[in-house]
């Protein structure tokens, strides 16, 4: 009878700990499905494509060629919308002679399932996969860039691979010191250990180039300083002065994007 009880207080725990953490799920991800804006219409190059994860989810991304390009950018989006809104920013990377495969994360845009920490780091690999075995894109040559959220799942991805190397663009240490700036110590504890970017990104084995705004109204500009200060190698940490969380492209402007084709230039040069 004792051991029936200490089965059913187990199940029990296992079961509030699942509860919580698809609570904690409808918190961070902010998912809009369909596909606003195409490719065509920023008159792009570009076409939908569709992966399978490692768990059997069918995912899109849009991949937009750049002529003559051999090399590639992975493109991470935040918490909100759907890569289409992001397909403007992906215009102007495409602009600097990289490809970009820009994902949906499960629950997003046209992709299936349902949003969770554990699948937008399984829609990354299938991403980078993808781009290695379907477009022959050695990972020495492709560039990961996670942004906001997205700079949590692109730490995840990289832990010791050899990619060229890894931008990442107002994200944070982790998903508890996001709590713990925002709300105090005690709120942190709920999510401790998760989007834990602090904890991962000494595995870091690619340069690194950061960006954050001064005036990042969501994402303390602290937490991206701290995790840029965490990591190892080669780096560097550009602020957007003047910039909040939204707005880093256009207040950054033509400087920041030749920032980055700067970085890209060193860590992949053109073919």
């Known amino acids: 009878m004792i051991r029936v009880a200490a089965l059913i207080a187990l199940a029990a725990v296992v079961l509030a700990y699942l509860m919580w953490n698809r609570v904690v799920d409808s918190m961070i991800f902010y998912p809009t499905p369909g596909a606003e804006l195409r490719p065509e219409q920023l008159g792009l190059v570009g076409e939908d494509v569709f992966l399978e994860t490692e768990d059997g989810v069918r995912i899109h991304a849009f991949w937009l060629p750049a002529q003559g390009a051999d090399r590639a950018l992975l493109f991470l989006h935040g918490n909100a919308g759907n890569a289409s809104h992001r397909l403007p920013n992906a215009a102007a990377l495409v602009s600097l002679g990289v490809s970009v495969l820009l994902l949906d994360y499960r629950g997003y845009g046209l992709s299936e399932g349902r949003p969770s920490e554990d699948g937008a780091y399984a829609d990354a690999r299938a991403g980078l996969r993808w781009l290695v075995e379907e477009r022959g894109i050695p990972e020495s040559r492709i560039v990961v860039f996670g942004r906001s959220l997205g700079g949590a799942v692109a730490v ?67 937490l991206g300083r701290a995790l840029f200060d965490a990591a190892p190698g080669s780096k560097a940490f550009e602020t957007i002065e003047g910039a909040g969380h939204n707005d880093t492209t256009q207040v950054g402007g033509r400087a920041y994007f030749e920032r980055i084709g700067r970085f890209l230039d060193e860590v992949a040069p053109p073919g």
């Open 156 to 222: 995840d991805l990289v832990q010791g691979r050899p990619v060229a190397g890894v931008i990442l663009e107002s994200t944070f240490t982790s998903l508890g010191g996001m709590a713990s700036a925002i709300f105090g110590r005690p709120v942190s504890a709920l999510v401790r250990g998760r989007f834990d970017s602090a904890s991962k990104i000494a595995a870091l084995r690619a340069p690194l180039l950061s960006f954050h705004g001064d005036r990042d109204e969501i994402v303390p500009y602290a």
